[in-house]
């Protein structure tokens, strides 16, 4: 039986349609990818909880917390290429639900280089299956457990400040205070995460963390905006152009705290918040930044 090609254009057009679509979106992709040369990072819109992600001109891909839940799947799908299944960096500040949840979906999802985490645990079931998904990986582990640098070529930097020593296998209710501290570096551009600490860590690092290695371009505020964070001597020795704020909508413990709000506004610190801005993006090419609201 013969078939003319006319006859099987017509047959297979729909199948050549998607082709066309998915190559054209795969060169958009590059293209766009080709033409930033630049760092980009997205304070995820998770909800009540933290996400981190960045990405650098060489490809690397990284991500610090997962939030609450598999929100972040979605938040990914929007900021990586979509034929992407990889992240080279996954790292997990602390074992509490808002950081943690949201990673066993991006760890079933993704397949992931290295993982950093302190090795702290919770008596919960939560802090289990994320063990088990460490295993099940088969990633490189790499713990936190003294100040050090992940270099990611000649331009690009991120120092691990915090904890000093090594905490793995304890088992804390309260693991903020030893929540893993990074500063990502970028030519002359720094941005400070610093997860949950509190005020005693954030004296910690004040008094035991040179200046030039706290003082910062942008802070991630800790905490979520909680009163038990930032501090003035803290901020002040961070003394950063812009902090952001990572925080659910109409949150039940009253996040960001009015206090802390005052306490910016006093040192004149402009603050963005995932609250009112949705996913937050900085672009730097290494000697300026900008902040973009994703509304």
Excluded: C
């Amino acid at each position: 039986m013969e078939i003319s090609f006319r006859h099987f254009l017509q047959r297979h057009a729909m199948l050549f349609a998607l082709a066309f679509l998915v190559i054209a979106a795969s060169f958009t992709w590059r293209v766009a990818l080709a033409r930033s040369g630049e760092l980009t990072v997205h304070v995820l819109n998770v909800g009540q909880g933290d996400a981190i992600f960045f990405s650098l001109p060489d490809g690397t891909q990284a991500l610090i917390d997962g939030g609450p839940d598999a929100s972040v799947l979605g938040e990914l799908s929007e900021v990586m290429p979509p034929w992407d299944s990889s992240l080279d960096l996954v790292i997990l500040t602390h074992p509490d639900a808002d950081h943690v949840a949201g990673l066993l979906d991006v760890l079933n999802r993704y397949d992931v280089a290295v993982i950093a985490e302190t090795g702290i645990r919770k008596e919960t079931a939560l802090s289990k299956s994320w063990d088990e998904a460490v295993l099940r990986e088969g990633a490189r582990v790499l713990v936190v457990d003294r100040p050090q640098r992940i270099k990611f070529g000649d331009v690009a930097a991120l120092d691990l400040l915090w904890p000093q020593a090594l905490r793995a296998g304890e088992v804390l209710d309260k693991p903020n205070e030893y929540a893993v501290v990074s500063r990502l570096v970028y030519g002359e551009i720094s941005l400070l995460l610093t997860a949950d600490i509190e005020r005693w860590t954030e004296g910690q690092l004040v008094a035991t963390v040179p200046e030039d290695l706290l003082q910062s371009d942008i802070l991630k505020a800790a905490h979520h905006g909680s009163k038990t964070s930032s501090s003035e001597i803290f901020l002040n020795a961070v003394d950063p152009e812009v902090a952001l704020i990572s925080v659910g909508e109409g949150n039940r413990y009253g996040h960001p705290h009015a206090s802390v709000l005052a306490r910016f506004a006093q040192l004149g610190i402009p603050l963005v918040r995932t609250d009112e801005a949705g996913r937050i993006t900085i672009h730097s090419d290494g000697r300026i930044f900008s902040v973009d609201k994703e509304y």
